[in-house]
């Protein structure tokens, strides 16, 4: 039986963490589904449509063996249910995503008690890069090219450069 595992998150848009997080997931497990949450509740409305936010992530991980993308727009576990897998892993930077993740962890072993959630630590180099900041610096108009894919550097100083 292959195993699968699910990267869920905004993905408002992909970075270089998200991306570090994929890979490494994929290194451990037979397929991975990033899974690109269409509503996100916690973010309000995103920036980029849950179209371009796929097409985004699927451009960045053609070179990874087993990776697909996909957006949903049900709870976190029923989407991994759906797709037969049995683990949610997540990225953990610093002490704030610990907290939200524990609260999340335990709603989500309530619904679903046979889903594991796994999580790896933010690589250095990328535990203090979120989403939010860099949006926040494209808007100045600062230097995001090390920080996402090229393609999405383009697009967010198209977007949001004043
Ligand atoms: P963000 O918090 O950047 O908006 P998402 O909601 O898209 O990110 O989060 C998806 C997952 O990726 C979460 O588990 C989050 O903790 C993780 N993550 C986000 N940025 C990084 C990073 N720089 N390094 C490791 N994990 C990350």
Redesign the pocket.
Known sequence: MTDIAV??????P?????L??IRRTASLYDEVVVGV?NH?V??GKTLFSAEERVAFIEEAVRDIDGVRVEAFRTLVVEFAEHLGAKVIV????AIS?FEY?LEMNQLNRQQAPQIESMY?M??PK???????GVKELAIFGGEIDNLVPPRVAKRLQEELKR
Request: hydrophobic fraction near 25%.
């Open positions: 990267c869920p998150g905004s993905y408002d992909v970075t270089n963490g998200h570090d997080i949450v996100p916690r973010k997540k990225g953990l930077r995503d993740e790896l933010a690589s990328y535990s203090f890069l979120s989403s939010s």
